[in-house]
């Protein structure tokens, strides 16, 4: 089994933000083959497209994901209460594939920030952990990445809390000791991090977001820009190819 | 136990559901859930023939019961098609439709000749995408234009021919009428509505190519009147799609004039709909006592 289709149990709901609530999922056979960075293609009571969700951990044969409200399906989402059965297809996507021994440095941007926390945990203490955020209100999963044990930074845009300004600047500062970046955040955010890994010569790993319809790989709905080697550009998708891309290959 | 079984222009199907192009690709991603075979058919992703990479994204918006695709023919050419994808559907256990796509006349007699040298069961030509800056909708939006088309690539097609109507026409039974007289062997409807949705705070289009296709639920009753109409008009099988969403549409579609029908947009929403659709059809027909599936057909009563 690749993949597969579930009613699984809403163990537990817990709201991070105004705007962003964790839902630990019950389905042990789909948490187990689960990979960093995978995701979930959840569907929406009433609602013909299911929306697609990073993993954000594997716990307990839970499979636990972090979303925002974004609009009418994830506010039909958040609103299932506690025992509720929940729809989803998982694990879907290409992760991050982390060689061992390799020192990564994982990079999160608001609503960004749930998948790397799988990834860094799979990685362990010698990983490092930038998270961003737009404001102190916005911060979310603190105290599941401290336990983690790892370098851990968090910024926000304003200074309002941790670090003030951009990933960018503590990644400038700690990019020569560590050998790849994986992010997943906000496009201009992975741009950036993306120069920067190039500037530096590292590798660079980006989770990507696509409007999705059948999240397996038939549909071809979540395409994403990819240069040829000659220059050129092709369609990859985000449900199959991706949602995790290297860097350099993504047409931005 | 009642016959699922249906007979499509000379073609055996063991059950009328078949899976719409674009929505299943090539098969491999559903495949990996069930076997195919529950399927009667499979029509195959758009197939040009020349290699297409498609419309830039976003490709997807959803709609109310629905959604829009402007996912553009992306597809790897005929020769992939029939090099590579074919031979893992022939194993499949299913009859294989190949849908064929062009930019001009001349693409689409090519493709077709091509594919009669192939081992597919079956070509759907595809006259009705709304995606693509030439060709596709272009020769299936007037009665002439169909007829023009289909008379083109009759004596290139050694395949039992079917054409892919579009709903985007002033007068569907006309269309098929055009369809039937130049040489199908069986017509298909509807493709896509072509619709659009655009964001309010930055008021442009959701879909980057502007305008999509909608389909899904929304569309179901528009598909089911135009079936209706499609079936008094021609002697040719009809294969209904538009919006099936479970065994009752399924029923209802086939009460309305389809031989068969076709289901894409449901698998999105719950893969496993091929599988529930089959087993719910079964017993509809078991339990109003038709021994065959065919006895539905065109059986609404006005």
Redesign the interface.
């Known amino acids: 089994?690749?993949?597969?289709?579930q009613d699984c149990r809403l163990v537990s709901k817990k709201q991070l933000t105004p705007t962003i609530f964790s839902f630990m999922l019950e389905a042990p056979e789909l948490a187990e083959i689960t990979l960093p960075g995978q995701f979930a293609h959840i569907?929406v009571p009433g609602?013909?497209?299911?929306r697609p969700i990073s993993v954000c951990d594997v716990e307990n044969g839970c499979i636990r994901i972090v979303f925002e409200i974004r609009g009418e399906?994830t506010r039909i989402l958040a609103e299932l209460e506690e025992g509720s059965t929940v729809n989803m297809?998982a694990p879907l996507g290409k992760g991050f594939e982390i060689p061992e021994g390799k020192k990564v440095i994982f990079i999160g941007g608001g609503i960004g920030v749930p998948p790397m926390l799988y990834s860094a945990k799979k990685a362990g203490s010698s990983c490092a952990v930038i998270n961003g955020f737009r404001d102190k209100s916005a911060v979310i999963l603190t105290e599941d990445f401290r336990k983690i044990g790892c370098r851990f930074v968090e910024t926000t845009d304003n200074g309002s809390y941790g670090v003030h300004g951009f990933v960018t600047g503590p990644l400038e500062e700690m990019i020569e000791e560590y050998d790849m970046i994986c992010a997943c955040g906000p496009t201009p955010m992975l741009k950036n991090i993306a120069a920067a890994a190039k500037n530096h010569g590292k590798e660079c790993f980006v989770s990507l977001e696509?409007?999705?319809?059948?999240?397996?790989?038939?549909?071809?709905?979540?395409?994403?820009?990819i240069r040829r080697d000659d220059g050129s550009?092709?369609?990859k998708h985000v449900c199959?190819d991706g949602p995790v891309f290297r860097a350099e290959e993504v047409a931005w | 136990m009642s016959d699922l079984s249906v007979k499509i222009a000379g073609v055996e199907f063991d059950n009328p559901i078949i899976a719409a192009s674009?929505?299943?690709?090539f098969g491999?991603?559903?495949g990996?859930?069930y076997p195919l075979s529950v399927f009667g058919g499979i029509s195959c992703?758009g197939t040009t023939l020349k290699e297409r990479?498609?419309?830039?994204?976003?490709?997807?918006?959803?709609?109310p019961?629905?959604?829009l695709?402007a996912?553009g023919l992306?597809n790897p050419g005929v020769e992939h098609f029939i090099n590579v994808e074919l031979p893992y559907l022939r194993k499949q256990g299913t009859v294989v439709i190949a849908n064929a796509a062009g930019s001009t006349q001349e693409d689409y007699c090519r493709i077709a000749e091509r594919l009669s040298d192939s081992d597919v069961d079956m070509i759907e030509l595809n006259i009705s995408c709304p995606n693509v800056k030439e060709g596709g909708a272009q020769f299936g939006t007037s009665p002439e234009s169909v007829e023009k088309i289909t008379a083109a690539v009759r004596p290139f097609c050694k395949k039992p021919l079917i054409i892919k109507l579009s709903p985007n026409v002033a007068d569907i039974a006309e269309v098929a009428r055009a369809a039937e007289s130049a040489g199908a062997d069986a017509v298909s409807l509807i493709n896509t509505l072509t619709g659009m949705r655009i964001d309010i705070e930055s008021r442009r289009p959701?879909i980057k190519n502007v305008t999509g296709g909608m389909s899904?639920?929304a569309v179901f009753p528009v598909a089911v009147r135009m079936v209706w109409q499609v079936k008094k008009a021609v002697k040719i099988p009809v294969i209904g799609l538009g919006g099936i969403s479970n065994w009752q549409d399924a029923v209802e579609m086939m009460i309305a004039g389809a031989d068969a029908i076709q289901i894409g947009?449901i698998?999105?929403?719950?893969?496993?709909a091929p599988v529930k659709i089959k087993e719910g059809l079964l017993g509809y027909l078991e339990t109003h006592g038709y021994s065959s599936v065919t006895e539905l057909t065109g059986t609404v009563e006005v």
Do not use: S, W
Not at chain 1, 1 to 5: A, E, L, S
Not at chain 1, 47 to 50: E, P, S, V
């Open positions: 089994m690749k993949f597969d289709v569907l609602k013909t497209l299911r399906g297809i696509q409007r999705m319809a059948c999240g397996v790989g038939a549909c071809l709905g979540c395409a994403v820009g550009v092709t369609y199959k | 674009g929505t299943i690709g491999h991603e559903y990996e859930l992703k990479p498609g419309n830039p994204p976003p490709r997807i918006a959803e709609t019961m629905g959604m695709n996912v992306q959701i899904g639920p947009t698998l999105f929403t719950d893969p496993y």
